[in-house]
């Protein structure tokens, strides 16, 4: 997504409804939320535009303000394999709300059994 404006509508389209939510990490939701803001807007993603939003946004705290341009924009797979890896993403988002609910519906079930979870 760094690399290429059009791989951020791609992953927008595959991440649908969850959105940032997708992303385990904080650090990760609040960047793709910082990316997706700049790119409906219509602005250019680049290192000044980026590091000022990722630090209002506190991307990870020391993402925007310690590491380069370079080795955010250089540690990144392909953009052309944007919706493949963002396909990944939301798979384990999937299956991490799966755990969620199956654990949830566990102490449910022992709770109403007056069983401790």
Known sequence: MLL????????????????AQ??????????YEVLVKLFLEGQPLDEKL?????????????????ISWAAWSGGVPSALHAARYASIVYDK????????????????????RGISA
């Open 22 to 31: 997708a992303f385990n990490l904080e650090k990760h939701q609040q960047l």
């Open 50 to 66: 980026l590091r000022p939003s990722c630090r209002s946004a506190a991307c990870g705290r020391s993402s925007a303000s310690t």
């Open 4 to 19: 290429e404006r059009e791989a951020i509508g791609e992953v927008i389209n595959v991440l649908r409804e969850a959105g």
């Open 93 to 112: 988002y999937l299956l991490r709300q799966l755990v969620a609910a199956a654990h949830r519906a566990r102490a449910e079930r022992a709770g109403s």
